[in-house]
């Protein structure tokens, strides 16, 4: 069993800068790909950010070129550096693991419980 705490949300400023980060418990952190969705107000959840074990990475084309994804292996921890902020970057942020078909398919395994960003203008 996997659990993924997020943090790091809160209310940001237009073109300002955010870090979230999400710890994992489990043994098998290191074989999973680690990946970042965010579901905005009326929206469906959608993929933001993903990162394998040998740290390849995809984006979504919005987010791509401001927001990077990072992992420590070590200490089980994943990151989302969000650089230059939009009001439409204003949704749930969810940490998530698993063996996924490809990045930004939605069959991770394990999920977090999210943590909000506001992005005020």
């Known amino acids: 069993q996997v659990q993924l705490v997020e943090s790091g949300g809160g209310e940001v400023q237009d073109g300002g800068s955010l870090r979230l980060s999400c710890a994992a418990s489990?043994?098998?952190?290191?074989?999973?790909?680690m990946g970042w969705f965010r579901q905005a107000p009326r929206k469906e959840r959608a993929f933001v950010a993903a990162?394998?074990?040998?740290?390849?990475?995809g984006y979504a084309d919005s987010v791509k070129g401001r927001f990077t994804i990072s992992r420590d292996n070590a200490k089980k921890m994943v990151y989302l550096q969000m650089n230059g902020v939009k009001p439409e970057d204003t949704a749930v942020y969810y940490c998530a693991a698993g063996a996924p078909r490809y990045f930004s398919s939605s069959d991770y395994t394990y999920w977090g419980q999210g943590t909000q960003v506001t992005v005020s203008s």
């Open positions: 489990g043994r098998t952190f290191g074989r999973f790909v």
């Open positions: 990162m394998d074990w040998n740290g390849n990475s």
